[in-house]
């Protein structure tokens, strides 16, 4: 197949990849994920100035969130 003069690059990419997978625009992205895992969580590394940092741009409040920890009990307790 040799490319249109009006068709760019990337629009004959798209052609090519249209007439390989007749699904190609039907596909969903989660149809590339791989079967999730129950009762899973992933959880990236922080340093200690990533997390100083986070606890310090908490609003003080005296209200608590789920667990009952208020933002001002985590921001005293950031220096102990």
Known sequence: ?????NQTPGQDLIIKLQ???TNF??????DYLSKSQKNSMV???VDDYE???IITRLNCS????YDNITS????ITLYI
């Open 1 to 5: 197949m040799t490319m249109s003069v």
């Open 19 to 21: 007439q390989t997978n």
């Open 25 to 30: 625009c039907n596909n969903n992205f989660t």
């Open 43 to 45: 959880c990236d590394l």
């Open 51 to 53: 997390l100083e940092k």
């Open 62 to 65: 005296e209200s608590a969130g």
């Open 72 to 75: 001002n009990i985590t921001t």
